[in-house]
């Protein structure tokens, strides 16, 4: 049974994840890799803990309560006593290798699992040195708000951890799938082409961006615009996933627009940077 759970990355997604698991009963050990850093996520849990609290969505005492179940460490070290623990760092295939080969080592105990949207889960479960207790974990951005989690099986995993995982996800309130272990799993192997399509189209002269985006809002009812979305999400990230499902299956749909690249080259990232197809 899982009573403790590690979360690795600073970011908005690792922050995200430790209010969910704070918030849902673990004792929660988030890693950051400098004290500033860790400072700034648990700032931002509390920021958003306070918000629910204004809102009436929690009361002060589970404020209190899960704000008091959740660390920060430094060193990978202070992980060893967790039962699970999550990775949300960069997506770059050779450093969540590296990372997993650590904590395998680090907590040889612990179910191992990946956020990754995109990247195989096998190649980091290999390198763990013990890839029965490794899998995928799929949270969607913002955590605390989206309801759904795939959980990836690479075939390396023992049904016990996949059991446990998706156990964990229904624990923290979400809605689970199993997925093969397969480029894009089955929510970003069907949006981002939709979302790459977009960018053609703006790029042809089709429509403006504001235009394609109440389009899409209007006329499927999308709660928001593709454009606006690719600004959320991250437009290097964007293609870094469009990028590896072109990898792995080699369908031209998957490779990005080159306006995509050519932003990504200025800096001009979405949000995060101040500047994507939109001015934030």
Known sequence: MTQTVGIIGSGIMGSGLAEVTARAGFSTVLRSRSAESAEASLAAV???FAKQVSKGRMTEDEQAEALGRLT????????????????????DLDVKKALFAELGEIAPDAI????????????????????EQVCGIHF?????MMSLVEIIAPRTASPATIETAT???????????????????IVNALLFPYLNNAVKLLERGTASAEDIDVAMQGGCNFPMGPLALLDLVGLDTSVAIL??????????NFSPAPRLRRMVSAGHLGRKSGRGFYEY
């Open 46 to 48: 509390q920021r958003s």
């Open 72 to 91: 920060c460490c430094v060193e990978l070290g202070g992980l060893a006593e967790c039962d699970l623990i999550i990775e949300s760092v960069v997506e």
């Open 112 to 131: 191992l699992a990946t956020n990754t949207s995109t990247l195989p889960v096998v190649e980091m479960a290999i390198a763990s040195g013990r890839p």
């Open 140 to 144: 969607f951005n913002p955590a605390p």
């Open 167 to 185: 156990a964990f996800a229904a624990a923290c309130g979400k809605t689970t799938v199993e997925v093969t272990d397969r480029a894009g799993f």
């Open 243 to 252: 990028d590896a499902l072109h990898g792995e299956f080699a369908d031209p």
